[in-house]
């Protein structure tokens, strides 16, 4: 009896996605799979988390999880009710990684070790049939219904060509060459510069959930809450990155800056609470009256900045001058002139989502050719979002392939 003819799957890409695809794909033993990455494979899992791996977030019903993705929720919804953060942590369990949920909902493996997480998967690669070939892919081609994925050393021909090279690889333009449509790559989830320098030497102090309203050219554009830190060119933390991930597509520059306004105190009442303190405390001199709601070192330069001299009696504040302080706590301003680049966590833009369909990540355009992970226009906020995206794309796409 003629032995059935093995699929040749090429996965161009070894990071998070590419490897989930391989793992299920692989089950299917007619399935023959290579991936093919030009350095070690899943060695981007490896910074994810601050080392600690932010594998999921407890958010356990989909159709809430695809909401915080700035691009991708309504495709996500597909891929989400196949293969979301239960079965996510399911995998993971049964490869030998437990995991634990923090009290802001992230979720992180026990051993609070990416290289555990990425070790379990290497082990389970090795248990089943893949092949890697640790070489860079600079172009592909299609012929005579094969895809030839090309490397400096060789040609590989292959039936199913998966692309999965992450946000900066080169997987778009192999994408835009083979008819897909591109959207503009752009960094999200960033450190932001600010107009104001006057902070530089509060850099590190970061305050806690913070609001803050972001408007551009004078129409606002999206409220924000989160953690701010301070840093020698401006602002970081989950604001700075929630707030450069939804305003990735503005053309804010030093002419035209993002204009940020933040409640420092976190109070919505903070004039009644100040002035009545202001009764209580007479004798005290207002930094010490004001240090209680905002970190001193700020409070000092404010009230410098407002011409207030922190040793002010309380009790003598010009009404004037309290209504500054309540103005400027409340309604901190800065500017944001640019993203910090080369230091972005995700990247939006990427295959355009309209091309793709979210049942199979199939090329609505090229037939067996498939994309999953970052290289897709998807990103999702921080918190354990955008590898969700890649362990779900990828099973979406290795179930296709099986
Ligand atoms: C510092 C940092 C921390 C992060 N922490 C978290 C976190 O805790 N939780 C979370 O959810 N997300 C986190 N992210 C985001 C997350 O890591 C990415 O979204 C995810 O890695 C994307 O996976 P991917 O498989 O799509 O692509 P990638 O992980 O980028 O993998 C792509 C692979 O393709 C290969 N490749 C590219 N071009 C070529 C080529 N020409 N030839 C051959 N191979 C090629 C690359 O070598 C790479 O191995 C973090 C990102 C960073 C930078």
């Not at 890409?13 to 692989?26: D, L």
């Not at 035209?256 to 209580?280: A, C, Y």
């Not at 090229?366 to 362990?391: A, M, R, S």
Request: net charge positive; aromatic share 8%.
């Amino acid at each position: 009896m003629k032995s059935k003819q093995k699929s040749k799957i090429g996965i161009i890409g070894g990071g998070p996605a590419g490897i989930f695809t391989a793992v299920f794909a692989s089950e299917n033993p007619d399935n023959e799979i290579l991936i093919i990455d030009k350095q070690d494979i899943l060695k981007t899992l490896i910074p994810t988390g601050g080392g600690r791996c932010n594998l999921a977030y407890g958010e356990f019903d989909f159709r809430e999880l695809v909401k915080y993705y700035p691009r991708g929720e309504k495709f996500l919804l597909s891929v989400f009710s196949k293969f979301s953060t239960a079965d996510t942590l399911e995998f993971f369990e049964k490869i030998g990684v437990k995991t634990y949920m923090q009290e802001d909902f992230r979720i992180f493996p026990e051993s609070n070790s990416s290289s555990d997480v990425r070790n379990k998967l290497l082990d389970k690669i090795k248990k089943q049939n893949i092949k890697i070939i640790k070489e860079e892919v600079t172009d592909t081609e299609i012929k005579n219904g094969k895809f030839i994925i090309k490397t400096k050393n060789r040609d590989i021909f292959v039936d199913n060509l998966v692309i999965s090279t992450g946000g900066r690889g080169i997987g778009q333009k192999l994408a835009k060459k083979l008819g897909h449509n591109i959207i503009p790559i752009k960094p999200a989830l960033c450190a932001l510069k600010t107009e104001e320098m006057d902070f530089y030497d509060l850099s590190g102090m970061t305050i806690k959930n913070l609001f803050a309203e972001v408007s551009f050219e004078n129409k606002k554009v999206t409220e924000q809450e989160g953690d701010l830190l301070f840093t020698h060119f401006g602002i970081s933390g989950p604001l700075s990155y929630k707030i450069s991930s939804y305003c990735a597509y503005m053309n804010f520059s030093k002419a035209k800056p993002l204009n940020i306004k933040i409640n420092l105190t976190n109070l919505k009442n903070f004039e009644e609470v100040l002035i009545e303190s202001i009764k209580t405390n007479p004798q005290k001199d207002i930094l010490n009256v004001v240090d209680t709601y905002i970190p001193r070192g700020l409070a000092e330069k404010i009230l410098l900045k407002n011409k207030i001299n922190p040793k002010t009696k309380s009790g003598q504040l010009k009404k004037e001058d309290r209504k500054k302080i309540v103005k400027n706590f409340t309604e901190f301003k800065m500017n944001v002139t640019a993203v910090k680049n080369g230091e972005e966590i995700v990247t939006a833009g990427g295959v355009d989502l309209n091309e793709v369909n979210p049942k199979t990540m199939e090329s609505k355009i090229i037939k067996n050719l498939y994309f999953c992970g970052e290289v897709l226009d998807i990103d999702g906020l921080t918190g354990g979002f955008n590898l969700q995206n890649c362990w779900s794309t990828g099973y979406i796409c290795a179930t296709a392939l099986k």
